[in-house]
């Protein structure tokens, strides 16, 4: 779905992106093939970095794609970018601490879902340059409203571009179960969607 979006993404001659939360650095890829001149794919597992390094090396983008390790957008503190690209982790937990190992790294993100899409949301706007678009993606679950809030309060245009009926897989099914016991979630509200949020920086 991402991958979808950034192709939609008309791309400079010596477009700067971004991919925070690189994973396999299939998007990270999928954007240098795009034409993207540099392409910054970060993750906080070393085993990601590797990945992407070893996925570039395979697809011929090693000039193109750089995978550091790190904290969200900590090792590009400073740097503008055309693109930013993110599928972060939103599965709502049921522990308030995020694992600090292990692949749930992937997919847990604190008691509503959005421990880690909040702290993009506060840190993404500053590395857009004017006209610099970032796209997210997350579950419908984890309250795309409050996304679309935070990064219009930040000054950026933003709009919802994709929906997409996803079907829960059993960690999802049995979050959706456990947020709609607590009350956190109305019956029905459990919606097994997937939303793509673009939001642009004006110039
Ligand atoms: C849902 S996966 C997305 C993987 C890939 N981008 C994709 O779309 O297939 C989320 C990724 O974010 C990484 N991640 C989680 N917390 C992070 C953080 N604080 N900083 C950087 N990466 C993080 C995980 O290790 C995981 O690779």
Redesign the pocket.
Known sequence: M?ISALRRERLSPGAEVL??????G??AIAAARHGAAHVIA????AA?VLTTRLNALLSGYTRAVRASR???TEPVTGLRFDLVLA???YVPSADIRLPRRGTA???EAGIDGRA?ID?LCAKVPALLRPGGVLLAVHSALSGPVITVARLAEAGLDVTVTDRRFVPFGPVMRERAAWLEMRGLIERGQEKEELVVIRAERPY
């Open positions: 991402l991919d925070v939360g690189t994973g396999t299939a998007v970060i993750d906080t597992s990601a790190g904290d969200l599928n972060p982790p790294r992937a997919w880690v702290r």
